[in-house]
């Protein structure tokens, strides 16, 4: 059964390079980005982990986890740890499920069997600090992902969240943003004292509240 947006997203026991963990109980209160990749001592997925690393203060400072998984060992884990480190220039800082059993894959349905029978996909799920579903994303093995857009996604969810204000196409930090339709104007001029740009009833732009 296919993990949507809005679920809980399901709790698992899993050992990890940092020890045992239960996921909600790891990620209580915060933000998390749980994501597959499909084998250890790979290169994409060597490159992708080490960019990952390098984030993790940004990641941080949104008040997110992230934690990685692959059908590999934690043993297998550890022992590429130190190739991710030389190659791309940054230790490994978050936890890496071992998930042999694909105890954890076939909850969160990272294998696609029409793709891979045996390894994960390249799934993302961004999941809120009351366990929601947020995003979900779903690479094939041979295209890294963008990581830089996993924080992009962040940082809108949470002005959503905070602002009720959405966010346009390419929207990047800083620019304006969308006053969500289900705020009436009456609403509207208390959020946003400063007023907007009524491109249209529906289309009402502020600057990004900060
Ligand atoms: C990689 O991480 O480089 C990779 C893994 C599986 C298939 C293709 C590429």
Redesign the pocket.
């Known amino acids: 059964m296919a993990i949507r947006l809005g679920d809980v997203a399901p709790n698992f026991t899993a050992d990890t390079t940092e020890g045992p963990i239960d996921f909600h109980a790891w990620k209580k209160g915060s933000w998390a980005v749980l994501f597959s990749?499909?084998?250890d001592f790979?290169?994409?997925?060597t490159t992708e982990l080490g960019y990952t690393a390098k984030l993790k203060g940004e990641f941080a400072k949104r008040n997110c986890k992230v934690i990685g998984l692959s059908v590999d060992s934690v043993a297998d884990h550890r022992r590429w740890l130190s190739d991710i480190e030389e190659t791309q220039g940054t230790a490994v800082n978050f936890p890496m499920i071992g998930d042999p059993d694909r105890k954890v894959s076939l909850t969160y349905d990272m294998i696609h069997p029409n793709a891979d029978n045996t390894?994960t996909v390249r799934s993302v799920f961004l999941i809120d600090p009351n366990d929601k579903v947020r995003l979900t994303i779903t690479y094939p093995?041979?295209t890294g992902r963008n990581f830089d857009e996993i924080l992009r996604v962040l940082d809108s969810m949470q002005l959503t969240d905070k602002h009720k204000v959405a966010t346009p196409v390419n929207w990047k930090h800083g620019d304006d943003v969308i006053i969500v339709p289900s705020v009436s104007n009456e609403a509207a001029k208390e959020l946003f004292p400063g007023g907007w740009n009524e491109k249209k009833p529906y289309l009402r732009v502020v600057p990004q509240p900060r």
């Open positions: 990749h499909p084998r790979t290169p994409v997925c390894f093995a041979s």
